[in-house]
């Protein structure tokens, strides 16, 4: 069965980081690319970043392009997403998920494509104080 599970969230002072963990359950990152996105309070999930190890281009939504850096331990078989220089606007809970649907990871400018990626673990929540 396809899962993975997210670990690494809490509570940070802005300018602050924190790096999160997505550990592949049932798959290897190689068999399928893995997406980040985030849900703030009443808000819509908000694709990040996604990255497939055997094309190993990452894409970033543009809120994050330069703070964020999504990668790989294929040793581990788990996905990071560092998250630098965070903002109280990047309080969130954050989900990884693989692209079991084949969608691909590919920069829009529209919405990351990580959006429609599944199936989605539990989440880990980060909140960003100011």
């Known amino acids: 069965q396809v899962q993975v599970v997210e670990s690494g969230g809490g509570l940070v002072q802005a300018g602050g980081s924190v790096r999160l963990s997505c550990a592949a359950v049932?798959?290897?990152?190689?068999?399928?690319?893995i997406g980040w996105v985030r849900q703030a309070g009443g808000k819509a999930r908000e694709g990040i970043a996604c990255?497939?190890?055997?094309?190993?281009?990452?894409h970033y939504a543009d809120p994050v392009k330069g703070r964020f850096t999504i990668y790989a331990d294929n040793a581990r078989n788990t996905m990071y997403l560092q998250m630098n220089s965070l903002q109280p606007e990047d309080t969130a809970v954050y989900y990884c998920a693989p692209d079991t649907q084949g969608y691909g990871c590919y920069d829009d400018e529209e919405s990351n494509p990580s959006v429609n990626f599944g199936p989605w673990g539990q989440g880990t929540q980060v909140t960003v104080s100011s």
């Open positions: 990255l497939n190890t055997r094309v190993g281009i990452p």
């Open positions: 049932g798959f290897t990152l190689n068999d399928y690319g």
